[in-house]
């Protein structure tokens, strides 16, 4: 099936990212035990680092700036609502019944009175937004997060998150309902485009204030997914403990 297809051909790079990595910094030494693979990690970032300042910046910043608010708006809701589905699923597969349910009715309201998603309907009536990923599933599993990894193009991750993002590309993508690929490329493309517009002050106040920006992102990279997991409510140790 052409979906199954998809997902061997997108799994196939990182899975060879991942190989690649092991193997290259399999006699590294690190004084972090959460990245034992800094040096290749800072590589990565750096190459990601360019890629942005070339291309993903500067075209996020021309469409912040000729694409009007409420236009923006709706086309984060529009991709917001498509992830809603797979968040619902994913707090089933935790176990956890009423956001479940909550975020099933989030995306039938707004698929149904939003527009097919371009209003927030039903943030508007109080039903909050609850996402969730396959990663997160993972960690509530019992599954360890592993090394830390900063993979070509996606950023930071880890081992545990890297095969979670290998699962949510499928269900979380739009480009899975249409079977005319300029359209799936195209809705992939505003998508990444949209989310890097919404990134840029982010962006402007970590050049600001990291001095080691690589640390910096890897600490807070951590730190959140660990507070994920938890629902904000992490246990009592250090996220950067070996695991």
Not at 1 to 15: E, F, G, I, V
Not at 24 to 31: E, I, M, N, T, V
Not at 145 to 166: A, E, I, K, N, Q
């Amino acid at each position: 099936m052409r979906p199954r297809a998809n997902l061997t051909s997108r799994a196939l790079p990182l899975c060879l990212a991942l190989a690649l990595l092991s193997t290259a910094a399999a006699a590294q030494d690190d004084g972090n035990p959460a990245d034992p693979f800094e040096g290749f990690n800072r590589g990565v970032q750096a190459f990601n680092d360019g890629v942005d300042n070339a291309v993903l910046k500067p075209v996020a910043t021309t469409y912040r700036d000729v694409v009007p608010q409420f236009a923006r708006t709706a086309i984060g809701n529009f991709f917001g609502n498509l992830g809603d589905g797979w968040s619902a699923v994913n707090h089933l597969l935790q176990g956890k019944l009423e956001p479940a349910l909550n975020m099933t009715l989030r995306m039938a309201v707004n698929t149904t009175f939003g527009l097919g998603g371009l209003l927030d309907v039903a943030g508007e009536a109080g039903l909050e937004r609850q996402s969730e990923d396959f990663g997160q599933t993972l960690g509530v599993w019992g599954v360890p997060p592993g090394p830390y990894l900063v993979l070509p193009l996606f950023g930071p991750s880890t081992l545990r998150d890297t095969t979670g993002r290998v699962v949510d590309m499928q269900p979380e993508t739009a480009p899975r309902y249409t079977q005319d690929e300029a359209v799936r490329n195209g809705a992939l493309a505003l998508n990444v485009v949209d989310t890097r517009a919404s990134l840029l002050g982010a962006t402007r106040l970590l050049d600001d204030i990291a001095l080691d920006r690589y640390s910096f992102i890897r600490d807070a990279y951590l730190a959140r997914r660990l507070n994920q997991v938890y629902d904000g409510n992490p246990p009592e140790e250090r996220f950067d403990e070996p695991k």
